[in-house]
């Protein structure tokens, strides 16, 4: 059955960009290994010959690829993962916007904030406090 399943969806249009994912040594494949560096060290400096190094080619050719595979750059692509962190530290662990920003990496609160009112509609804690209205048991249990 497994097979059956894996067989369709190599037949499917997206097959071919699935195979290039999974196939070790190919472009896709490297740029998912540097992706897989960013989700764990969003917090740090980005530093595109560093993550160029973790995937293994030049960095003109790990931005279009991370393009092509994401619909963004790197640089676009850790402000999101910074900015969603920063939300569920402040959701879940309490934190102020100020020591979510710092823990995320930002080191200009002015510039999170920014960021954060244009991904999320709105400013952090007033955010945070429209989602905790909306969801007081989900947080109840976390």
């Excluded at 595109?48 to 676009?76: D, I, K, N, W, Y």
């Excluded at 916007?97 to 991904?119: D, H, I, K, L, P």
């Amino acid at each position: 059955m497994e097979r059956e399943i894996i067989y369709r969806i190599l037949r499917t249009p997206q097959g071919e960009r699935l195979r290039a994912i999974a196939t070790t040594g190919d472009l896709s494949n490297r740029t998912a290994k540097a992706i897989a560096w960013l989700k764990t060290n969003y917090a740090k400096p980005l530093r595109m010959e560093e993550l160029a190094g973790v995937a293994r080619m030049g960095v003109s050719t790990l931005h279009h690829q991370f393009r092509a595979l994401t619909a963004m750059s790197p640089l676009q692509y850790q402000k999101q993962l910074r900015l969603h962190a920063a939300r569920q530290r402040m959701l879940i662990d309490g934190l102020d916007a100020t020591g979510a920003a710092f823990e995320v990496g930002y080191e200009s609160v002015s510039q999170f904030n920014r960021e954060y009112s244009r991904m999320f509609g709105q400013p952090p804690m007033r955010d945070i406090k429209a989602l905790r209205a909306t969801a007081p048991v989900a947080l109840s249990f976390a």
